[in-house]
Every structure is written in structure tokens, then in C-alpha cells.
């Protein structure tokens, strides 16, 4: 596997641990305080295996209390032999292959299985920057934990990221970790040397902010987990809801048209054409973070992950614990901790507390940190958490009157009462009123996280250094490697030489067909695409540049994930870009890599003789046409003779066509446009090259060229401010801004009708143009899930041919539009005439959205084969008769507009003057949560929705209404309806 990071650096105070003997006869835990990872040799001497161990003093000196029993240390005899063990946890975590094929690459799938691909994603300000700095300075990574505030981070590396104090463009890096829940640790295998209970972690760090949710969604496509990390005071927040979103949805075009609810897939039929690319979800934890803060309330956040996160279970795995007054830490948990459970929603358990740690329900112990300044802490070593065990070696409890222990009882038997219900070796457990083993109860929390059945909720302060070692504990444990998803689903385009002309004179060519996903499976074949498949497949989910970085002349550097095979510097690969429905495929291009660069956040050094396996991400340069969604291909592979092709064929592997291609990735529509203009005509050229670069980083920018300006368009003020400071500092170029307006749509209300065939007859010159169409139009909403109250999401109009077209051109019911338009150059026309009148509509020239567009006759006098003659003719009257037939229809039609859901924060005082604000700005208030001087929440929270062009500018508008106090996030919740236009 491409290694992507130079340091080795590894911290010996926190990742060293016992090995466990293979003689061990229990799991249980100590009652002695002790370093989180310090390491000690005692506890083998007694045959007990401690989980992070640790200067114990003999057993003989512990005191057993014949207290509430609690069977959660299980001996591994009980469980199955150290075999059996081991075969249980790699039935795990893996998927279900062949023996023959386990033992033939055992190799690589140890490599795999000890690889995650995770990325961090939350609301602006939830803290995702400082959770990923932490890690890296627990890694080994960096000396010391980078601060937001102080530009420092790794990850944040963009001057304008560092000057705003935000994730403006997403980073990777890599690291190891101990997996202390290995196999070998497990058992103690023999001949196990300590890099072999490594995971290594690929870690991409998300924008939390809207405007840049183009990032998250591309993020999404190459990842195989994810962490959540949300405000242990706010919860659930407008861009959480967002990200969720973009998580589980089966599709990596996120903003189009999802999965038709009546098409089958792998069980059935294969996916039509006309569907968005399958994508399997991705598991997630939630980590619920800033407990340290004013107002922190893990109930609170736990039950709006419940509440405000469709199909989210949250199971909590800890509790947290507050300390009232000071807290030294010595051999003896302090009196004054106490638990908090989650059930305490109004934190009446403590009144100012404060967050000291957590007790850990799987390994029933309790975890103290020490106190760091008001600053936080930056060395992990001035931050060496203290671990006292709730239970002794005969499973006893050490205080069973104490409160910690009563609540952690309580909370270990809510965690298996919810395993319970989806998952069914814990619910046999849990009615024979059995205690599930610590393993156990982690196999079944890692089987229910890959299904998705539940959401692990995780607690600390990541800023105090809290919390941060369980969680990449849990990332390692809970999350999938590649070996636990499914191949992606693939695209075959054919053979994109063949010309339109000849497909439109009868060459029935199939350019445009999803694979079906089962294919491979079906036939005891490992699927292109599979991690174990020696076939290159990659997909290039980012495009930056960097100047004297990149090979080609314009500095372009690919970000890629390699699902099967491996890449190689200096390889020749085959570049193939999906196309978009009903349009023609781009014929692949050939390249060569030119090289590899370190990923370590912003350190972009080049590697020598790189190569990048199958599962890991990597940076490509020399790569001169490669834009965001490209699929990469070996070129090597296509071409060998059927020698090769035999062979394959004999072999254990689906054979490849050459022509797949990954659907790529979508991108948000914009909502705000400015006029942009260079200072002077002879910097005009240089502001439209640099405009051109920077649409190929991000697609969500989109640029128009008028008869008088250029026009920018993006996802917000922010998204432009960004692009205007890019401008600046990478190309030297001072521009100027118009002001800023949002981007309007048009739409139908109701069903709209020709009244049968309306003809068109033009004479243009000497040559006559005539077409006869039927056609109807009616609203379109979009699929299930992507409406949220009076808001909808935008999707493209769509064009439909019914039975009696189809008969007129000598094509059946069951050919899609968009391969109709590759076939028949009558049915293109028809299809680019319609469409093209969508782009205007009657009310205010905006384009027309969430509509579908039903030809349901067409003919002309000289028949068929004059409108192969000319198929103009009938894309002219295709456009007029459209136009016409919503020109005549105002009266139901409408304009929609942008619409944003804000979260405003204020003191309670102001909460009249926001409240009144938002009424003028055509606001709705969804929610009011006021601040109460009596409790831990001083600040009033208000949420609703808003137009967005009545927020341009709000946020100094709300500073000079509360004197400064207020803040607020927008996130785009869809298009309304609005009569201002």
C-alpha cells in the first residue's frame, strides 16, 4: 500500500498495549486507576488481560465487594476456541468470499482489513478541524495539536481557511493507529510484531459551511465511513442535516434525480439509464463534541440526531462525567465525578460542572482526564487520561452504591436493549437475560454500524484533548474497511467512436447501459471494481492546481481513489467521462501519470516510484484533462489478444469491457449571481483563464459569458467572497462585483395541454420546414425525501416520448429516452427542441424546473421520411409549440426562489428585535429555544426560513440589531414559491 506519509513518528505513551496471552481466561478489568496506554507486563502474571494496561499491583491486593454481578468479562473459552475466534472476527470484517479465495490473497486481504477510509463532516464551528488535529498529534503526526484560531492546523492550510477561521476546501492525510481490538490482539498470536496491529486511517477533513457543500459531496463519493461530529450544545444543525443527507443517500449525484422507486436493481432488472448512480450509504459515528462548553447537553444532542437525522438509531456508548469543583487525579476515582445519562435532558443530574471524561459502556470503565488551561491543550502528553475499572476480576462491582456505577449499569443495559432490536445474536442474548461479553457486544455494535441499524454516539472536548482516543478506537472497530462495501456500480459506455449519423440511420448501438451490479456475484466471479480484482478502476473525485506542482502546463494536481488494482507514476491510464443523459459520450483519452504527491494535508511533496493499491487515495499529477468525476482505466488493460481474455475468463475475475466508467459526481445548483469585470480590458483574458481554472476545481461555480459581462454564479456570499480572494492571491487579478442576484426559477402548477396536434409550417429560404406535435406538461415532483415542507429541490426538466411517438419512429415501449436520442437523430431533435424551450419560461425568462414534458404524437405531411431529411424541422417546432403553449398558460405557472433555513443565536433579550427583523424579510420562524438564566443555556437559539434574497447582508445586519452578540449559519432548504416577479 502507498504509504502517504513520510513521519513515523509513533507515541509510546498512547498506543503501546499488553498482548494478550493465548492461555488468557478472562477479560476482566481492574479497579485501579491507570494510564490510558501505558503499558505493563503484571497483568499477564495474574493470566488476565486488562484492555489498555498498566501498573496493576498483584490481584491478591484487591479487595472483592460481593456486589451486583456483571458478567460483561466473559472468558474467550466461553466465546470458542482462539480459532474460532479469529475466524469469527474476520467473517466480520470482510465480505462473504470463496475459502479459495482467502487463502490465495490472504495478503492483501489483511492489508484491506486493516485500512479505513473516513471522513470528518459537521455544521461550521462544530469543531471537525480540532477533532482531526487532535488525532494527528495522537498519531504521531504533529508535535503539537494545531488551533483554529491560531492558523496552525494541518488540514486548514488556504490563507483565506486560516484568516476566516474555516474549512474552505477538503484535505487528506494519513496515519496509523494501534488497533487495539485486532486479531492479534485478541488473541495473542505468535509472531505478531506491533506494526501488524496497525490500522491505518486515510482521513479527509469536510467544509462545514454551506456554500461549499461541493466538497462534501465529492468527499462522499470515495469514502467507505464517516464520523458526525456535532455541537454538544446546538445539536443537530442546519448543515448537519445537510451532510447527513449527503451520506446516506443512494446516489453520488446528490442534487438530481435519485433512484426511480419502480426501477429493480441487482435483484431484478438492470438499472435504467435514466437513474443516478447507485452508491451504498456510508456507516457513520456521531461524535458529540465541545462538552467543555457553556450549555453542553449530551441528551439534548443525542435526541436531535434521533429526531432531526431520517433513518438515524443513536446508540449512546458512553456517558459523560462532570466534576463539581477541583479534580486531581490519583489512584482513586474523585467523589465529586458524576455521570450524566442521557435521559437527563434539562442536566439536572449536575449545575456547573465540569467535563472530566466518560465511562465506557463496552469496557465498563471510567475514563478521567486532567484539567488543561482555558486555552486548551496542544502537547497530548500534558493530557495522559487516568482509567478506573468499575468492576473487579470476579466481575464485581468495586462501589456498587457509588453513582458512576449505577448510571453506567443502567446505560450498558439501554445499549444492549438496543442492539437487541436489530440485531440478532444480541437480541438471543438479551432474551435468555444473558451479560454479553465485552466481545460480543463490540461484534454486535460493528455489525449493526455496517448495516447501518444504528448510529454509535460518542462524547468529549476535543479542544481539552477529550475523548479523542476512544474515538479513533471506535473508528478502527465500528467503521468499514473496502472489503465491507460493495463494488461500485458501473457505467458502460460503449463505443464512443460510433457516430451520431450512423446511429441514426439503424446502427442500434447500446452507448449508455448501467452494468448490472450482480453480474460478478452471480457467477462466482470477483466484480470489477472489488478491492481483490487486479483491474485498475479509479475514480478522480477533486481537481486543484498548484503552481509548479502539477506536471501539466497549468499546475493540475487529480485527487483519486483507487478502487481495484494499483497505479502506478509513469503509468499510461485511459481517461473516460460519463455522459450526461442524452447526450453523446466523449471518446476516451489516453494519458500518463507524471507522478504522485504525499497527501498530508497542505504538504503536497512528490514521491518517487509511487504506487497506489486498491483502497488508498492518492494525488496525480501530469494528468492534463482529467476534470472532477473522470473514471481512470489502464490503458495496458484493453488490447492483449484473446490469449489474455481467456485467461481472465478461466480465472476467478469478471472480465472487464474497457469501456466502464463510474457515473461521477454531482454538484449543487448555484443560487447567487454577480457581475464580475477586470480592471482593465488587457487583464479581461487573463480573469476568464483564471475563472476556467477555478470551474474546474469546483463545479458548483458556473460562469457566463453575455454581450456586455461575465457572469459568476455560486452557492453563496461566502462561495464568491472565496473565489474574488482566489482571484487576487493565486492570480494577481483585482476584480470588481455587481450585486449579487439569486437565481430564480419558473415551474407549472397543474397539467398543461396542446389541444391535440398543433402544426408548424415555416419556409425559411427555399426550404420548408413542417411538424405536427402533441405534447403535455405537468409538475414534477422530485423523488421521496428531497421535499421539505413548501421548499422543493431543483431537477432538471425531463422529456418523455409516449407510445404513438415511439411507434412513428419504429422503436418499443421499452428504449429509454436517452438511448432514443443516440439511436435516432429525429428523437434527438425532438428531445434538444424541447429542452431548449424549458430554458426560458413565460413569466420572467428564468428556466423551468421540476417539470416533465410528455410528447405524446408527432407527424408531418411528407411522414417519417421527411423528418429524417430534416430533423430541424422538427426540433423548431418542438421549441415553438412549447414556447406557445406556456406563453398561453400564464395563469398556471410560478416563480420560485432560493429559500434558506437560518439559525440565528441571540440573547434572550434580543429575541423580540430578531423575531421582528425576520417578519420584514418574509420569514417564517420554525422553532424558539430561550435561554434560561436558571440553567446552563444563556442564549436564545431561533430557527426558521428565509428567503435568500432578503439575507444578502444579514450578517451585519443582525450585529448592529443585537450590539454584536448575534451570529447565524443559512443553509439552502430548496425553492418556494413567490409572487415578487
Not at 478472562?26 to 485501579?32: D, F, G, R
Not at 461521477?664 to 448555484?670: E, I, L, S, Y
Not at 407510445?803 to 434538444?832: H, M, P, W, Y
Request: net charge negative.
Amino acid at each position: 500500500m502507498m504509504r502517504l506519509l513520510s513521519s513515523t513518528r509513533t507515541v509510546k505513551l498512547f498506543q503501546d498495549r499488553v498482548r494478550a496471552c493465548s492461555n488468557t481466561t478472562t477479560l476482566a478489568l481492574s479497579s485501579i486507576s491507570t494510564k490510558y496506554y501505558n503499558t505493563s507486563k503484571s497483568d499477564e502474571a495474574s493470566g488476565r488481560q486488562s484492555h489498555y494496561s498498566y501498573d496493576h499491583p498483584s490481584t491478591k491486593n484487591l479487595q472483592s465487594i460481593p456486589s451486583t454481578s456483571f458478567h460483561a468479562n466473559r472468558s474467550i473459552n466461553q466465546i470458542g476456541s482462539p480459532r474460532s475466534l479469529l475466524l469469527q472476527t474476520r467473517q466480520m470484517s470482510t465480505i462473504t468470499l470463496p475459502p479459495s479465495i482467502l487463502a490465495k490473497y490472504s495478503t492483501e486481504i489483511y492489508r484491506l482489513r486493516h485500512l479505513r477510509n473516513v471522513g470528518i463532516f459537521a455544521h461550521v464551528d462544530a469543531g471537525k478541524t480540532t477533532v482531526t488535529e487532535r488525532m494527528l498529534a495522537l498519531a504521531g503526526i504533529v508535535p503539537l495539536a494545531g488551533s483554529v484560531d491560531s492558523g496552525n492546523t494541518v488540514t486548514d492550510y488556504l490563507p483565506a481557511e486560516r484568516e476566516r477561521g474555516i474549512t474552505i476546501q477538503s484535505a487528506a492525510i494519513s496515519f496509523e493507529w494501534k488497533w487495539h481490538n485486532s486479531d492479534a490482539s485478541l488473541l495473542g498470536e505468535e509472531g505478531k510484531s506491533e506494526e501488524d496491529e496497525q490500522v491505518t486511517i486515510q482521513l479527509i477533513d469536510t467544509p462545514g459551511h454551506v456554500d461549499f457543500s461541493v466538497e462534501v459531496n465529492r468527499s462522499v463519493a470515495v469514502l467507505d465511513g464517516a464520523v458526525l461530529v456535532v455541537d454538544a450544545v446546538a445539536g443537530v444543525q442546519a448543515q448537519t442535516e445537510t451532510v447527513w443527507r449527503a451520506m446516506t443517500r443512494p446516489s453520488l449525484k446528490n442534487h438530481e434525480k435519485g433512484l426511480d422507486d419502480d426501477k429493480e436493481n441487482c435483484s431484478g432488472k438492470r438499472w435504467s439509464s435514466d437513474d443516478t448512480h447507485g452508491h451504498e450509504p456510508l456507516p457513520c459515528i456521531a461524535f458529540v463534541n465541545k462538552m467543555d462548553k457553556e450549555g453542553c447537553n449530551f441528551g439534548y444532542a443525542l435526541n436531535t440526531l434521533k429526531k432531526k437525522l431520517p433513518g438515524a438509531n443513536p446508540v449512546a456508548m458512553q456517558v459523560p462525567l462532570f466534576a463539581v469543583g477541583n479534580t486531581v487525579i490519583s489512584d482513586t476515582m474523585a467523589g465529586n465525578i458524576v455521570a450524566v445519562p442521557a435521559s437527563d435532558l434539562d442536566m439536572r443530574t449536575v449545575t456547573n460542572g465540569k467535563f472530566v471524561g466518560l465511562i465506557d459502556l463496552v469496557e465498563m470503565r471510567a475514563i478521567v482526564w486532567p484539567e488543561v488551561g482555558s486555552g486548551g491543550v496542544a502537547d497530548v502528553e500534558e493530557c495522559v487520561p487516568a482509567v478506573f475499572n468499575l468492576f473487579d476480576v470476579d466481575n464485581h462491582a468495586i462501589n456498587p452504591e457509588s453513582q458512576v456505577t449505577i448510571v453506567a449499569l443502567a446505560a450498558r443495559h439501554d445499549l444492549v436493549a438496543s442492539l437487541a432490536d436489530v440485531d440478532e445474536g444480541m437480541e438471543e442474548i438479551f432474551l435468555m437475560e444473558k451479560d454479553p461479553s465485552n466481545y460480543e457486544l463490540r461484534s454486535a455494535l460493528r455489525r449493526a454500524t455496517l448495516d447501518r441499524k444504528i448510529l454509535p454516539v460518542m462524547t468529549g472536548a476535543a479542544l481539552r484533548g477529550k475523548g479523542v482516543e476512544p474515538l479513533l478506537d471506535a473508528m478502527a472497530d465500528l467503521l468499514p474497511s473496502p472489503l465491507n462495501r460493495k463494488p461500485p456500480a458501473l457505467l458502460d459506455q460503449g463505443d464512443a467512436s460510433v457516430s451520431l449519423k450512423s446511429r441514426g440511420r439503424g446502427v442500434k448501438k447500446d452507448v449508455k447501459i448501467l452494468k448490472d451490479d450482480c453480474d460478478g456475484e452471480s457467477q462466482g466471479l470477483i466484480k470489477f471494481g472489488h478491492p481483490l480484482h487486479p483491474s485498475l478502476l479509479a475514480l478522480a473525485f477533486k481537481v486543484v492546481h498548484m503552481k509548479n506542482r502539477g506536471g501539466s502546463g497549468d499546475g493540475r494536481v487529480v485527487f483519486a481513489r483507487v478502487y481495484s488494482g494499483k497505479l502506478s507514476s509513469r503509468d499510461t491510464v485511459k481517461v473516460i467521462t460519463p455522459a450526461n443523459n442524452g447526450e453523446n459520450p466523449e471518446k476516451p483519452r489516453t494519458e500518463r501519470v507524471g507522478g504522485m504527491l504525499e497527501l498530508a494535508g497542505g504538504k503536497f511533496d512528490n514521491l518517487k516510484d509511487a504506487v497506489c493499491y486498491s483502497g488508498d487515495v492518492c494525488a496525480l499529477i501530469g494528468l492534463k484533462s482529467v476534470s472532477t468525476g473522470d473514471t481512470i482505466l489502464l490503458a495496458s488493460n484493453e488490447g492483449k489478444g484473446k490469449k489474455k481474455k481467456k485467461s481472465q475468463k478461466d480465472s476467478e475475475f469478471e472480465i472487464s469491457s474497457g469501456n466502464e466508467c463510474l457515473a461521477g459526481v454531482g454538484a449543487p445548483k448555484p443560487v447567487l449571481t454577480v457581475r464580475v469585470e477586470a480592471e482593465n480590458a488587457e487583464q479581461e483574458s487573463k480573469l476568464l483563464e483564471a475563472l476556467n481554472l477555478l470551474v474546474a476545481e469546483d463545479p458548483s461555480l458556473q460562469v457566463e459569458e453575455t454581450g456586455s459581462a461575465t457572469l459568476l454564479s455560486g452557492l453563496g456570499e461566502l462561495h464568491i467572497e472565496v473565489v474574488v480572494d482566489r482571484l487576487k492571491r493565486e492570480h494577481g487579478l483585482a476584480v470588481w462585483i455587481g450585486k449579487p442576484s439569486v437565481a430564480y426559477r419558473e415551474t407549472v402548477q397543474r397539467v398543461i395541454e396542446t389541444p391535440g396536434l398543433m402544426d408548424y409550417d415555416r419556409t425559411i429560404g427555399s426550404t420548408r420546414m413542417q411538424a405536427m406535435i402533441h405534447l403535455r406538461l405537468e409538475p414534477y415532483d422530485n423523488p421521496k425525501g428531497h421535499t421539505s415542507g413548501d421548499c422543493i429541490i431543483l431537477c432538471d426538466p425531463i422529456v418523455t416520448l409516449g407510445s404513438k411517438v415511439r411507434e412513428f419512429l419504429g422503436f418499443d415501449n421499452e428504449t429509454d429516452e436517452s438511448e432514443l436520442a443516440q439511436r435516432c437523430d429525429i428523437a434527438n431533435a425532438l428531445i434538444s427542441g424541447c429542452k431548449g424551450a424549458l430554458k426560458r419560461g413565460p413569466m420572467g425568462s428564468f428556466e423551468i424546473a421540476n417539470v416533465k414534458c410528455h410528447v405524446e404524437e408527432i407527424d408531418a405531411e411528407g411522414g417519417i421520411a421527411s423528418l429524417k431529411a430534416l430533423p430541424g424541422a422538427i426540433r423548431a417546432a418542438s421549441s415553438t409549440i412549447l414556447t406557445s403553449v406556456l406563453n398561453g398558460n400564464k395563469a398556471y405557472c410560478s416563480v420560485l426562489e432560493p429559500t434558506m433555513s437560518v439559525e440565528i443565536s441571540a440573547s434572550s433579550e434580543m429575541v423580540g428585535t430578531v423575531l421582528s427583523d425576520l417578519t420584514t424579510r418574509r420569514g417564517t420562524v420554525d422553532e424558539v429555544i430561550m435561554g434560561d438564566d436558571d440553567t446552563s443555556h444563556t442564549k436564545a437559539l431561533i430557527r426558521g426560513q428565509v428567503p435568500l434574497a432578503e439575507i444578502l447582508g444579514y450578517a451585519n445586519n443582525l450585529r448592529s440589531i443585537t450590539g454584536g452578540e448575534g451570529t447565524f449559519s443559512a443553509e439552502y432548504k430548496g425553492h418556494s414559491a413567490c409572487d415578487l416577479v
